[in-house]
């Protein structure tokens, strides 16, 4: 699942073997229902790419609260928290997948020092 938080919306993207698809969302406020407001608070823009299974997951405790908060940061894990009674919460965290080309390097920058290392 891709996470990319920019000016216009934050956009949940998702591809595999049967369909993909994309969903937007924009800040909005809702008069007649409080709870379905979207309020977004972009610092810088941000595109990470998350594992879905894991983020299924933390949406299983979604019947407990009626707002999530989502905290994207490229120096910090994915936060997403569940406000609960009593000003307390449920958080969850979730490292970014790492991409497949950065993990190809590493593992060529490996395989290449431990040639070198043997003559």
Do not use: W
């Amino acid at each position: 699942m891709a996470i990319e938080c920019t000016k216009e919306g934050v956009k949940f993207a998702c591809q595999g073997d049967i369909g993909s698809g994309a969903v937007t969302l924009r800040q909005h406020t809702n008069v007649e229902k409080p709870a379905l407001n979207v309020e977004i608070d972009l610092s810088e823009p941000v595109a990470l790419t998350f594992s879905l299974k894991y983020l299924v997951n933390f949406c299983k405790a979604s019947g407990l609260s009626e707002s999530v908060k989502l905290c994207l940061s490229n120096e910090v894990p994915l936060l997403v928290e569940y406000a609960l009674a009593n000003n307390s919460y449920l958080r969850f965290y979730l490292a970014p997948k790492v991409r497949r080309r950065v993990a190809q390097y590493l593992r060529l920058q490996t395989n290449t020092r431990q040639i070198g290392d043997e003559e």
